[in-house]
C-alpha cells in the first residue's frame, strides 16, 4: 500500500523549474511526505521531507497543501543531472517503520 | 565510512538454490530494510528490522527470511530460490530517533535465478 499517487511520467525543460506533484489523500496527522531520488539503477537518495510547513533545501523545495493531501517537489533550475525517477512515499511519524515507495515519477530532462 | 554494504553485487542461480544476500551498515542505525525492485517498477519492502532481534515483514515477504542478530548485519536469505525473485535487491538503513529519518541505500544486488 503506497499511500501515494504520483503521474508516471513527466518532461521539463532544461534551466526552468520541474514540478512534481504527488497525492497523497489518505495521510494522517502524524505522517511526513519524504521525497527520494532514483537515478538509473543506482539506489534511491534522500530529497526532502515535510510535515506540514513548507520546505526548502539546497536540492530542492516542498510544497504541502494546506490539507496536507496533496504536495509539490519543485526543482528550482533543473539540468540534465536531474533526469530520475522521484518518489513519494509518507511515513508515520518520524519513527514510522515502514517506507512504501510506488512506481514514482519519470523526470526527463530536455536539453 | 563505508555507509551501507551489499555482497555480492551480481549473482546468478539456478531453480531451487538457496544463498544469502548480505548488508552491513557502519552507521549504527536502528533501522534495516531489504527493498526489492523489479524491471520498471518501484520499490517493494520486504523485510524490516528496528533492532537487533527484531524484524518485521513488509509488502512481499513471501520466499524470504531475514534474522537481525546484531546492530550492523542484516541478512536476506532465499531458501529455495525461483525464477520470480529474479531482481534487484536493495539494503537500506535509518536512523529512527531523529526528525529526518533519511534512508541511506546500499549499491544493490542483481539476481538472476535461472
Known amino acids: 500500500d503506497a499511500k501515494t499517487t504520483q503521474p508516471t511520467s513527466m518532461d521539463c525543460a532544461e534551466g526552468r523549474a520541474a514540478n512534481l506533484p504527488c497525492n497523497h489523500s489518505t495521510i494522517s496527522g502524524n505522517e511526513y511526505v519524504y521525497w527520494y531520488r532514483q537515478i538509473h539503477s543506482q539506489g534511491p537518495q534522500y530529497i526532502i521531507h515535510g510535515l506540514k510547513n513548507n520546505e526548502t533545501n539546497e536540492m530542492a523545495s516542498l510544497i504541502i497543501t494546506e490539507d496536507r493531501k496533496s504536495s509539490t517537489l519543485i526543482l528550482p533550475h533543473a539540468t540534465l543531472r536531474d533526469t530520475a525517477v522521484y518518489y513519494c512515499?509518507?511515513?508515520?511519524?518520524?519513527?514510522?517503520?515502514?517506507?512504501?515507495f510506488g512506481t514514482g515519477t519519470s523526470l526527463t530532462v530536455i536539453p | 565510512n563505508a555507509g551501507v554494504t551489499q555482497t555480492p553485487k551480481f549473482q546468478v542461480l539456478k531453480t531451487g538454490q538457496s544463498m544469502t544476500l548480505q548488508c552491513a551498515q557502519d552507521m549504527n542505525h536502528e533501522y534495516m530494510s531489504w527493498y526489492r525492485q523489479d524491471p520498471g517498477m518501484g520499490l517493494r519492502l520486504i523485510h524490516y528490522s528496528v533492532g537487533a532481534g527484531i524484524t518485521d515483514q513488509g509488502e512481499v515477504p513471501n520466499g524470504y527470511n531475514v534474522s537481525r542478530s546484531t546492530t550492523e548485519d542484516f541478512p536476506l536469505r532465499l531458501l529455495s530460490a525461483a525464477p520470480s525473485q529474479t531482481s534487484v535487491y536493495f539494503c537500506?538503513?535509518?536512523?529512527?530517533?531523529?526528525?529526518?529519518?533519511?534512508?541511506?541505500f546500499g549499491e544493490g544486488s542483481r539476481l538472476t535465478v535461472l
Open positions: 512515499i509518507v511515513r508515520v511519524g518520524h519513527t514510522g517503520n515502514q517506507f512504501y
Open positions: 537500506a538503513t535509518a536512523r529512527l530517533a531523529t526528525n529526518t529519518g533519511e534512508l541511506f
